[in-house]
């Protein structure tokens, strides 16, 4: 599942999640080379290789993005609030992630929203 933030009428952010149920997105690489372009596809592809599934009653959070010149808006943080909602509102106990050590920007947001400890 993938919740989408957008700003007139553009998107601005993603944030892409999976239950234990439904195991994994299935984002084509033309779809994120679209929206995202080719460094993101590298990201993506390389998160698929080393990322675990999902326990029983767990949320994972496969990717968040949001576009450079909407950086600093709260987005970032409505998303991961939006997927942490959704983990309430289903039931499920845990929301996980993995995140790069040198991925500074990110664990700042990870912070902020109980999702990184």
Known sequence: MIF?????D?????????????RSLNVTPAVVLKYRGIKFLKSL???QLIKSMPGKGDLFIEFIAVES???GRGIGTKLLNRAIAFAC???LEKVRLFVRENNTNARKLYKKTRVYS
């Open 69 to 71: 010149r909407y950086r």
């Open 89 to 91: 509102e289903n039931g």
């Open 10 to 22: 553009k998107v601005a952010g993603v944030v892409g999640i999976a239950s234990k149920e439904e």
């Open 4 to 8: 989408v933030a957008m700003i007139e």
């Open 45 to 47: 592809l390389l998160w």
